[in-house]
């Protein structure tokens, strides 16, 4: 990985690392028991450029690209993948379409505010019944002459409660029919907006919710995309959203690793400390390959994308490795802990609850299986 690096992105690296240690390791414990959103981390990392760190100069960005952003969300990941999906939401899921597909005003007006830190973001695309199918969502937008009119709901919204502005895919009514994909900024707090926070099981500092749209006004001018294009535009960025997501699993292999070979050599057990025995040898040999090879995956994945290659293939397969991994290493770097790994008093019980959610987050393991199988020509 080290020749995809250049100076400035080591130098960012080396950074953010330190800051993780100093900053988010003591309280990641206590954020994700309490519920509590970390906006003063948030605010932190967007005075160090992660805010903006895909947007160019510019538009107050950093421009480290995509290998930068691997970078973040795996450092960030290693000691709270809960700070990494919150940092996410605006850095990826809210700047990357618009940096896409908006006018000039549109990134000044989001994009900018983004990477200063000074708004947050989220994307809200999937539906209850549409699933991984996103030709088949209902959201609706209905033009009605001053401004435009959004009806609909969407879940698994990251973020949403704490979002200035939400990205909502939607279709245009066209004589009286749904018809062509769009894409639109929504202002939060707009009347008829109603965001529900969904109880989880892990990275509970931050939200992931269920959004009702009921007559929300939109003025014309937040419309990002529209037609083809936007099918387009979400597609690809599904592929930048999965590279981005894999890292966040490539982070919590990395933390769940690090706990278990700490966890390995102070433990005592006959005389000796456990990782001498093969049993827990060979576990901690599995992870450190595991690590190994997802980390190539990612960032080679994202070199490609700072260099304009098509990525879609290569994002899948390293979102889908990375994340299977990273549930593997997290229930055996449970199983090294033994008993103590069942109790909450171990950081390792929250890095194994935040694993689960990286098998069936963008896109489940099955699903990306199935576009594998398609790429091979394969009938499904």
Same mark, same amino acid.
């Given at each position: 990985?080290?020749?995809?690096?250049?100076?400035?992105?080591?130098?960012?690296?080396?950074?953010?690392?330190?800051? /993780?240690?100093?900053?988010?390791?003591?309280?990641?414990?206590?954020?994700?028991?309490?519920?509590?959103?970390?906006?003063?981390?948030?605010?932190?990392?967007?005075?160090?450029?992660?805010?903006?760190?895909?947007?160019?100069?510019?538009?107050?960005?950093?421009?480290?690209?995509?290998?930068?952003?691997?970078?973040?969300?795996?450092?960030?990941?290693?000691?709270?993948?809960?700070?990494?999906?919150?940092?996410?939401?605006?850095?990826?899921?809210?700047?990357?379409?618009? %940096?896409?597909?908006?006018?000039?005003?549109?990134?000044?007006?989001?994009?900018?505010?983004?990477?200063?830190?000074?708004?947050?973001?989220?994307?809200?695309?999937?539906?209850?019944?549409?699933?991984?199918?996103?030709?088949?969502?209902?959201?609706?937008?209905?033009?009605?002459?001053?401004? #435009?009119? %959004?009806?609909?709901?969407?879940?698994?919204?990251?973020?949403?409660?704490?979002?200035?502005?939400?990205?909502?895919?939607?279709?245009?009514?066209?004589?009286?029919?749904?018809?062509?994909?769009?894409?639109?900024?929504?202002?939060?707090?707009?009347?008829?907006? *109603?965001?529900?926070?969904?109880?989880?099981?892990?990275?509970?500092? *931050?939200? !992931?919710?269920?959004?009702?749209?009921?007559?929300?006004?939109?003025?014309?001018?937040?419309?990002?995309?529209?037609?083809?294009?936007?099918?387009?535009?979400?597609?690809?960025?599904?592929?930048?959203?999965?590279?981005? +997501?894999?890292?966040?699993?490539?982070?919590?292999?990395?933390?769940? +690793?690090?706990?278990?070979?700490?966890?390995?050599?102070?433990?005592?057990?006959?005389?000796?400390?456990?990782?001498? +025995?093969?049993?827990?040898?060979?576990? %901690?040999?599995?992870?450190?390959?595991?690590?190994?090879?997802?980390?190539?995956?990612?960032?080679?994945?994202?070199?490609?994308?700072?260099?304009?290659?098509?990525?879609?293939?290569?994002?899948?397969?390293?979102?889908? +490795?990375?994340?299977?991994? /990273?549930?593997?290493?997290?229930?055996?770097?449970?199983?090294?802990?033994?008993?103590?790994?069942?109790?909450?008093?171990?950081?390792?019980?929250?890095?194994?609850?935040?694993?689960?959610?990286?098998?069936?987050?963008?896109?489940?393991?099955?699903?990306?299986?199935? !576009?594998? %199988?398609?790429? #091979?020509?394969?009938?499904?």
């Amino acid at each position: 990985m080290e020749n995809l690096l250049t100076d400035e992105t080591k130098m960012f690296q080396q950074m953010i690392h330190r800051f /993780c240690e100093k900053e988010i390791r003591p309280i990641a414990g206590d954020i994700d028991e309490k519920e509590e959103y970390p906006s003063e981390i948030l605010a932190k990392l967007a005075e160090m450029g992660v805010g903006g760190i895909i947007t160019p100069e510019q538009y107050g960005g950093s421009g480290l690209g995509w290998v930068g952003a691997c970078i973040a969300m795996e450092e960030l990941a290693r000691v709270s993948a809960a700070v990494a999906l919150a940092a996410g939401a605006t850095s990826f899921y809210f700047a990357y379409p618009i %940096l896409e597909a908006g006018t000039e005003e549109q990134k000044e007006k989001y994009v900018t505010a983004a990477a200063y830190g000074e708004k947050t973001g989220t994307i809200a695309f999937i539906e209850a019944n549409s699933g991984p199918d996103i030709a088949k969502i209902e959201t609706t937008v209905e033009d009605k002459g001053d401004s #435009l009119v %959004l009806k609909g709901s969407k879940m698994s919204v990251v973020n949403a409660d704490n979002a200035d502005d939400l990205l909502v895919f939607a279709r245009m009514i066209t004589g009286g029919q749904p018809g062509d994909f769009v894409l639109v900024a929504v202002d939060s707090k707009s009347p008829g907006i *109603v965001v529900r926070k969904i109880p989880k099981m892990g990275m509970n500092a *931050v939200s !992931t919710c269920e959004v009702d749209f009921n007559e929300v006004q939109v003025p014309k001018e937040a419309l990002i995309s529209s037609g083809e294009a936007c099918l387009g535009l979400l597609t690809n960025a599904l592929d930048h959203f999965r590279l981005v +997501f894999g890292a966040v699993g490539l982070g919590i292999l990395q933390g769940a +690793f690090e706990e278990a070979l700490a966890y390995s050599q102070a433990r005592l057990a006959f005389g000796k400390p456990i990782c001498a +025995f093969q049993a827990v040898g060979f576990y %901690l040999a599995d992870m450190f390959k595991m690590s190994r090879i997802a980390r190539i995956m990612i960032y080679q994945a994202a070199f490609k994308a700072d260099h304009g290659q098509d990525i879609s293939l290569d994002a899948q397969v390293a979102k889908l +490795f990375a994340s299977e991994s /990273c549930m593997w290493v997290a229930d055996r770097a449970l199983q090294v802990h033994g008993g103590y790994g069942f109790s909450v008093e171990y950081p390792i019980s929250r890095y194994f609850r935040e694993a689960r959610l990286m098998e069936v987050g963008e896109g489940t393991s099955e699903t990306l299986k199935e !576009t594998i %199988l398609q790429r #091979l020509g394969l009938p499904t």
